[in-house]
């Protein structure tokens, strides 16, 4: 019965969160409002595939943006460089070059283990951050590439501000779906054993090499669809998006929300972004905000947000079952 509850209670929250822009069409920030969190799911995505390595292998990386990137070069360029506006070209298009750029890095990056693999994936995401500059011809080098064409598919047309938010948060309920499907199956386990005894996983009889190498061609391929996105929600994709910072935005969203948790990052990114985008009009020192509340994380509750809300809950129910047994 709790877990109809459950489920009835998640059907719920994924109809609220796709017809957002429906029932809030009466706010006077309506459209505002819809932007932002467009914009937070799309984070929150590339936030998840990260948390595929940091959290559930324990493979910690700064070098995600450059399959963020090469997705957002990919869908922009096959859109407005090919003129082909159909989503599943485009988000195909994503997916192999995120996945083709992750497998080329990752032969090499995921030999190294700690900060060792930390320092690798840093210095091949400047390699493609330095690519993506030059390479003005196909990428418009510093100018980015400008007046990217929204999607249609089946009919559907995704050129309305809304219509691409219903997509955004269809893609994101998928990934939601998809990675907890990884988390609880065997090759997830696997994954768990490889973050906490490698050497252990080694004597079972796996592959650790390969096994590292396929959460790292796996969590770059999301996060080449959430780059896809990007692009088509901003119409725009530039050499930031290939650029340290977004990688440091996902990992301080991953680790806010906490890391090796299913919703932890999407929370994270919702911080984030609130952080940066929406309160910067409310005051002047935004970005000193953030930086605190990441320090506050890291140093005092490294459980983050959910971990933190599990620790509450925990102690809640700890305490109520030593006052049900004290009175009877």
């Known amino acids: ?25 009466g706010w006077e920030s309506s459209r505002y409002a819809t932007t932002i969190l467009r914009d937070m799911l799309v984070l ?55 996945a083709l750029l992750a497998l080329a890095i990752g ?5 190294a ?34 007046g990217v064409h929204r999607p249609t598919f089946a009919g559907l047309d995704f ?3 809304d219509a691409l938010f219903q997509l955004a948060g269809c893609v994101f309920v998928v990934t939601l779906l998809l990675l907890w499907r990884v988390r609880t199956s065997t090759y997830g386990r696997a994954l768990v054993g490889l973050r906490e005894n490698e050497r252990r996983m080694r004597a079972l009889g796996y592959d650790t090499l390969r096994l590292r190498l396929s959460a790292f061609v796996f ?33 301080v969203s991953v680790l806010i929300g906490g890391t090796g948790t299913l919703l ?36 005092a509750a490294r459980q983050g947000i959910v971990g933190l809300a599990r620790a509450v809950w925990s102690g809640q129910m700890a305490s109520r079952r030593r006052a049900a047994r004290a009175t009877r």
């Open 44 to 98: 929150a995505i590339f936030a998840l595939s990260l948390d595929l390595l940091v959290g559930v292998a324990g493979m910690p990386s700064l070098g995600h943006a450059a399959f963020f990137g090469g997705g957002a070069y990919a869908a922009a360029i096959a859109s407005q460089r090919l003129g082909n506006d159909d989503l599943a070209i485009g988000l195909a298009a994503a997916l192999l070059v995120a």
């Open 219 to 251: 969590s770059g391929s999301l996060a080449g669809i959430a780059g896809a996105l990007s692009a088509y929600a901003l119409r725009f994709v530039s050499t930031n998006d290939v650029g340290v910072p977004r990688s440091i935005e996902a990992f």
């Open 264 to 299: 932890g990052p999407a929370i994270g990114a919702v911080v984030v972004l609130y952080l940066e985008r929406v309160l910067p009009s409310a005051i002047p020192f935004a970005e000193t905000v953030l930086g605190i509340v990441f320090i506050v994380f890291v140093v």
């Open 113 to 146: 283990t700690g900060i060792f693999f930390l320092m690798l994936t840093l210095a091949f995401a400047q390699m493609v951050f330095a690519i993506a500059f030059q390479a003005t011809d196909l990428t418009g080098g510093s100018n980015g590439l400008a």
């Open 159 to 161: 050129n309305a501000p």
């Open 1 to 25: 019965m709790r877990r109809l509850g459950y489920v009835a209670g998640a059907l719920v929250a994924v109809a609220a969160l796709i017809t957002f822009p429906v029932w809030t069409s």
């Open 107 to 111: 032969i090499f990056a995921v030999r």
